[in-house]
Structure formats: structure tokens, C-alpha cells
């Protein structure tokens, strides 16, 4: 077992011992290390009411309870930049997600996803629902509800496509000019996908477009998997173009529109053009 990358399970058959002093012991790590990986959500607690992310330390355990340990040392060190807040409607938020920051978070931590951030910095503080997902490497709009009712509004409008998702892309090479946008409907995962992109500007003298694409579908990787498969990798993309550590992914989200399930009213969000692509 590696002392920086391990699990522990541990079953309770005792009563009033403390969490922390538990997972010190049986793990061999300090108590400031768990205290971190806790407060990190590395830690969860399977009880009576189900299994959830355990934070405090002087949680009292009861016998039949079992303690999970998901330790590893460098997604605890893990450090990325700070969203910014877009808009705050009460019961949902609108978010810019920054390269690098989870979506939400794994049984390994959630210290830096958006739906953590967004629990621990708004004001007043609130539970985080996601009901939506960017890309690790992706930047831009992301939604998070702060209700369940709402998170279940907000996930079906997605589900029946009433939202409306505008993405910046940057791609390698010159990508054709026509009247209409270039439909990409190549299945993924045997699932139906399709992608529309309109060419926005070109750069000759980096052989770059910018692009402007919107899905009806939401499938993984879709715009980058659909450009990558017509010879239009996304630039900085390492997995399904040639990126290197140089560039991160030039893939933005920059537009939601949707009916707000609270007034029924239109909103739209857009990105400032400084959080997005730019060819120069």
C-alpha cells in the first residue's frame, strides 16, 4: 500500500470514539492529515442514513457505522484557480468555471470542484446541487441549483433540451466558410450526437478558427470528439488533438439561455469577452 495513495475501510463495533482518532490509528496517518483530507471530502461515513462525505472531526461513531478513507496525497494538494461568480437568482447560481476545476467532486475530494466552492463562498450560504457538467480541461458557464426542486427543474429542462448552450471553440487549421453551419451528427458511444458549428473568424498566421458551436446533445467529449473526427482538433486538446502542457483547451462555454423554473421568465447569461478564446 502506498503511503500516498490508499484506501481504508474501517467497520465500528464500538461506540463514542471519535472519527479522526479512528482513521489516525488504523491508517497510520496524522491527525492533521486527516483533519485535512475531512475537510477535503475525502472522508465518508456509511450509517443508517446512507453513505456521505464526513467533515468533522469529533463525530462520534456508533457501532454498525463504517468508515471510508480515500487518500491520495496529491489530488489533496491539488490547487486551481477561483471561479467567478456570474449571477446569483437565490435558489441557482451561474458560475465561470476556470480550467482545471472539477465539475464535482469523487469519493478522492471536492475541495476543488465548483459545487464545493459554491457552498463554502456564497453568501448565505447554501447546499450546491450540480445539474450539469464541463469538462476538467473546459471553461465557462456552469449552473448550480441550491434546492432539490430546483436541481430536478433545472436537470429535466436539460433533459428535454429547453436549454439553449453556446460554446467558443478554438481549432487547428482553416475551417471552410458557407452559408450555413456545418452539422456533425456522427453517433458517440452508439448514442445520437450532433453538433452545429459556425465559423466565426480565421488567423492565418497561427492557422487557427474560431468557431462558435452549439449541441443538441451531451454526450462526453462531444465538441471535441466531433472536431477531432473532421480534422479540426480543439487547439490545446491533449487527448484527442496533439496539445501539449504549453496551452490548455481552447473550448469555452459562453451563452445559456432557459426559462427559470422559479418566475418563468427568459434568462440569459453570457461570458465576458475576456473569459473567452481569443485568436490574438
Not at 491527525?31 to 456509511?46: E, H, N
Not at 464526513?54 to 489533496?76: A, P, T, W
Not at 469538462?135 to 427543474?153: M, N, P, V, Y
Request: aromatic residues 8%.
Amino acid at each position: 500500500m502506498s503511503k500516498d495513495h490508499f484506501e481504508c475501510h474501517l467497520d465500528i463495533t464500538t461506540c463514542n470514539e471519535a472519527a479522526a482518532d479512528l482513521l489516525a490509528v488504523t491508517s497510520g496517518l496524522s491527525k492533521s492529515r486527516v483533519k485535512q483530507a475531512m475537510q477535503k471530502g475525502a472522508v465518508w461515513l456509511t450509517s443508517r442514513r446512507g453513505t456521505q462525505r464526513l467533515r468533522r472531526m469529533d463525530r462520534v461513531m456508533q457501532s454498525g457505522d463504517k468508515l471510508h478513507l480515500y487518500y491520495n496525497e496529491k489530488i489533496l494538494l491539488s490547487e486551481v484557480d477561483p471561479p467567478q461568480l456570474i449571477a446569483d437568482e437565490g435558489g441557482y447560481s451561474v458560475w465561470y468555471k476556470p480550467y482545471g476545476m472539477l465539475s464535482q467532486g469523487s469519493k478522492w475530494g471536492d475541495h476543488f470542484s465548483i459545487n464545493r466552492w459554491a457552498e463554502q463562498h456564497l453568501t448565505p450560504q447554501r447546499p450546491a446541487f450540480v445539474v450539469h457538467r464541463l469538462d476538467r480541461a473546459a471553461t465557462g458557464l456552469i449552473l448550480i441549483a441550491h434546492q432539490k426542486k430546483i436541481a430536478a427543474a433545472l436537470s429535466l429542462l436539460f433533459q428535454d433540451r429547453g436549454i439553449e448552450k453556446r460554446y467558443q471553440v478554438i481549432v487547428q487549421g482553416r475551417f471552410p466558410e458557407q452559408g450555413s453551419p456545418l452539422t456533425i451528427d456522427t453517433d458517440l458511444d452508439n448514442r445520437p450526437a450532433l453538433t452545429q458549428v459556425y465559423p466565426v473568424r480565421y488567423d492565418s498566421g497561427k492557422n487557427r478558427t474560431l468557431l462558435d458551436v452549439r449541441i443538441e446533445t451531451g454526450r462526453k467529449h462531444q465538441i471535441r470528439r466531433h472536431l477531432s473526427s473532421i480534422g479540426y482538433p480543439v487547439a490545446g486538446d491533449r487527448m484527442y488533438g496533439q496539445g501539449t502542457d504549453i496551452e490548455d483547451l481552447q473550448l469555452t462555454a459562453y451563452y445559456l439561455s432557459f426559462i427559470c423554473p422559479v418566475s418563468g421568465a427568459v434568462r440569459e447569461y453570457v461570458l465576458p469577452e475576456d473569459l473567452r478564446p481569443h485568436l490574438e
